[in-house]
């Protein structure tokens, strides 16, 4: 584990604007943004997907894309699960943030390895900037020296639905705080996942939140995925968190 700070040259990536074109109609005084993706895009980002999900199984890392909106709790459920793994386990972290670093600085000292994606005005990661930073993180080790990988996505519950990384597993994740109907009104989202987090199970009281409504929502929206209840502030939940995963 590590407690260094970022070093620019080396555990950042910036990108530059790309895949999307915006135009916008003046008319009316209603700005519309028009998106033009191409074909061929969609195309290249799936190949890298499968690319890096070989790359996965081919050194026995178990990947997780960890989604969900600014303040939900995505990085400290991270760092607690990292500190009960790291005992037992190699881990490696890939933060993505629009402009800052806070999270990677907050995760890096529990982890083996990891690195910053700065996307600027791309609000998601994607399979081809998730390649580049593995080859920044496991260079060209047979070894790769992580048997895990946390990559905590942009936060938001829109734009990472239709952008598969090439991971093991997909996990949303959602906090209390965000009111009663917040799975519900991003179906799409959470139709995608694997796992369904129901996160700050420790303010339910306060915020008069049902989280078993939270829960049934939940399935009902995705059957087929399994929900955890946490609270990363208490610990509460983290344990359990680990095993829904199936990384223990």
């Not at 933060?95 to 529990?110: I, K, L, N, P």
């Not at 020296?145 to 519950?157: K, Y």
């Amino acid at each position: 584990m590590h407690d260094d700070h970022v070093d620019s040259e080396k555990d950042v990536i910036y990108l530059e604007d790309h895949h999307h074109e915006g135009e916008h109609d003046e008319e009316d005084h209603i700005h519309i943004c028009s998106i033009e993706v191409d074909a061929d895009i969609f195309a290249k980002l799936k190949e890298k997907a499968l690319e890096n999900r070989e790359i996965f199984r081919s050194l026995g890392i178990k990947a997780f894309n960890i989604m969900g909106s600014i303040g939900c709790g995505k990085t400290e459920l991270i760092v607690k699960m990292s500190e009960i793994l790291n005992q037992g386990a190699h881990i490696g972290f890939i933060a993505g943030d629009v402009a800052t670093t806070v999270d990677y600085e907050r995760v890096r000292s529990v982890v083996d390895r990891g690195i910053q994606i700065n996307t600027g005005k791309e609000c998601h990661l994607d399979s081809i900037v998730i390649s580049k930073a593995l080859e920044r993180i496991l260079g060209h080790e047979e070894d790769a020296g992580i048997d895990i990988l946390f990559i905590e996505n942009v936060g938001n519950l829109i734009c990472p639905s239709d952008f598969d990384l090439g991971e093991e597993k997909r996990v949303v994740v959602v906090s209390v705080d965000q009111g009663p109907w917040i799975i519900r009104k991003h179906p799409i989202l959470i139709k995608t996942c694997d796992v369904i987090v129901i996160n700050k199970a420790d303010l339910a009281k306060a915020m008069d939140i049902d989280v078993e409504k939270l829960v049934e929502d939940a399935k009902r929206i995705n059957p087929r995925a399994k929900v955890a209840v946490t609270s990363a502030k208490t610990g509460e939940g983290i344990e359990e968190l680990i095993k829904t995963l199936e990384i223990k």
